[in-house]
């Protein structure tokens, strides 16, 4: 079956463009024009990803992005913006979006992102046979443990000292990986293999906004920095 995608762009040009763009790539496409038409849309057949316009009349995407996260809905969403600055990127991850591509963007760039969202949401190539059971025996101890943080990777929760941290699917990932590899330096291209799937090159500012984000969700004051920057090469998790 092929993968669903709901687009709401308001530019009628854009919307058709990538509308078959889209569908050329193999995706079942629905495209709306607003807001509001996604949101009836999303409640009505939910799609497996949808790709959100920033900027459209009545509800915009970051409205879209926040009612849809307050209902528990947990669908991956890439947000389509022409708005450049760090705190406007900012504003669509506290919204609850997955990954944004700036506007104008190469449609093979859209096309990596959704494969990537879909892949860690096991989306892609999917097949209706179940997987077998683990051996009990083989399953991993449920609760990561290193630098006062404490993640159980089952239910996708976290707390840092006994306070849980509110996080949205891709700073919960990411985190897991710096938790996993406590003590190690992660380079930059690591980080974006294991996390998007897809290394958008040293002009990306895409890891740095996620860190900043992460970096807010986790700081306490008094406290030790957990994330650390290694100039050059990536990011560690330790506690100084």
Not at 128 to 138: D, G, I, N
Request: hydrophobic content about 40%; some cysteine.
């Amino acid at each position: 079956m092929p993968q669903t995608v709901l687009l709401a762009e308001d530019d009628r040009a854009i919307r058709h463009a990538l509308e078959r763009a889209l569908t050329l790539e193999g995706y079942r496409v629905t495209a709306v024009a607003d807001g509001v038409e996604a949101l009836a849309q999303a409640h009505r057949t939910p799609p497996d990803v949808l790709v959100l316009d920033v900027m459209m009349p009545g509800i915009d995407g970051l409205q879209v992005c926040r009612v849809l996260r307050a209902e528990g809905d947990r669908t991956p969403i890439l947000m389509l913006t022409a708005l450049v600055e760090t705190a406007d990127r900012i504003a669509g991850l506290d919204a609850g979006a997955d990954d944004y591509v700036l506007k104008p963007f190469d449609v093979e760039e859209v096309f990596a992102r959704l494969r990537a969202l879909l892949r860690r949401t096991g989306a892609v190539n999917s097949v209706a046979v179940p997987a077998p059971e683990a051996p009990r025996q083989q399953l991993p101890e449920r609760y990561l443990e290193a630098a006062g943080l404490k993640m159980d990777p089952q239910a996708r929760r976290a707390w840092r000292d006994g306070r849980e941290l509110e996080l949205t699917r891709t700073e919960f990932e990411l985190l897991e990986l710096l938790v996993r590899n406590s003590g190690i330096v992660l380079d930059h291209s690591t980080i974006y293999d294991r996390i998007w799937g897809y290394d958008f090159g040293p002009g990306s500012k895409n890891l740095a906004v996620y860190v900043g984000y992460l970096r807010r969700k986790l700081d306490e004051p008094g406290a030790p920095q957990l994330i650390h920057t290694v100039r050059g090469v990536g990011y560690v998790l330790r506690e100084d």
